[in-house]
């Protein structure tokens, strides 16, 4: 029975650390990635479509983005789009081919990504304290309602904090790997 509650609670801390990383694709570095994409959503013929299923997404370069519309006359919706959600790119078209030259990032620039990248970590670790909690009021129940003794319920309890320092790190793990890619010049 504390099994199922521990499973499950693992099973949601891994979906925190899913969404963090992420979260953290769009996160741009000094790097390009066409995760920093993700979200621009253009209108394809009155149906909002991310850009990845109206055009081939490539990275030729370390800043560069390409993207490849799949009908020519995309070419200036893709480019609104890109414009209105406002990444700080500018794209360039030579009539095939949207370009995104990813300017290099300031040193201000790269401690400001930073500490997003420390806020988001933290709201991670947050969700993650808060699964911790859940499933330790749902083992107290069990152990209130007498399905379990006092005796699992402790052990269990120090499995479901086990658990969560595991998940901890992990968070900090990716925190430290997006870092090192931000700071790196």
């Given at each position: 029975m504390t099994k199922a509650v521990i499973n499950s609670m693992s099973t949601h801390m891994d979906k925190t650390i899913e969404a963090l990383r992420k979260e953290y694709q769009k996160v741009r570095t000094g790097r390009a990635s066409t995760g920093f994409l993700d979200d621009i959503r253009v209108d394809f013929y009155g149906t909002l479509s991310p850009l990845s299923q109206v055009a081939t997404l490539s990275v030729p370069e370390p800043r560069t983005i390409n993207l490849?519309?799949?009908?020519?006359?995309?070419?200036?919706?893709?480019?609104?789009a890109i414009m209105?959600?406002?990444?700080?790119?500018?794209?360039?078209n030579d009539g095939k081919v949207i370009r995104l030259n990813l300017p290099p990032l300031t040193e201000e620039r790269r401690?400001?990504?930073?500490?997003?990248?420390?806020?988001?970590?933290?709201?991670?670790?947050?969700?993650?304290?808060n699964i911790r909690r859940d499933a330790n009021d749902e083992l107290k129940k069990l152990e209130k309602d007498k399905k379990i003794s006092e005796d699992e319920l402790k052990r269990a309890e120090k499995e479901v904090q086990d658990v969560t320092n595991t998940h901890v790190t992990k968070i900090d793990d990716v925190l430290l790997h997006k870092e090192k890619e931000v700071m790196e010049v």
């Open positions: 490849q519309p799949w009908d020519a006359k995309m070419i200036p919706v893709i480019e609104k209105n959600a406002n990444l700080g790119v500018t794209p360039a401690k400001d990504i930073v500490k997003q990248l420390k806020k988001l970590a933290e709201e991670a670790k947050v969700a993650v304290r």
